[in-house]
């Protein structure tokens, strides 16, 4: 079992800034934080889920939605066992649970954070 937990969620104002962490642990043998991408998710309201942004093992490769290109940046520290979105410019439209995960057979999800940005 992977286990993932995000947080850093808030309200924001727009324009404003936020930074969630995705902090990874695992109780099976075989699981290595730094062996496996990371990615970042979210559900707004009413919506589905939309992938938002995932970061490569070594954390040099990393690949954005269009809708958050050039606000949002992802980074992981495999010394910590964690994952970082960091927010910039924030709009409305980001409002959304935002979950992170990662595929080790099975994909497995964090319980999510939500980010509300509303002035």
């Known amino acids: 079992q992977v286990q993932l937990v995000e947080s850093g969620g808030g309200l924001v104002q727009p324009g404003g800034s936020l930074i969630l962490s995705c902090a990874v642990s695992s109780s099976v043998s075989g699981f290595t934080f730094s062996s496996y991408w990371m990615t970042w998710v979210r559900q707004a309201p009413g919506k589905g889920l939309e992938w938002v942004s995932s970061i490569n093992s070594g954390g040099g490769t990393t690949y954005y939605a269009d809708s958050v290109k050039g606000r949002f940046t992802i980074s992981r520290d495999n010394a910590k066992n964690t994952h970082y979105l960091q927010m910039n410019n924030l709009k409305p439209e980001d409002t959304a649970v935002y979950y992170c995960?990662?595929?080790?057979?099975?994909?497995?999800w964090g319980k999510g954070t939500l980010v509300t940005v509303s002035s």
């Open positions: 995960n990662t595929r080790y057979g099975s994909t497995y």
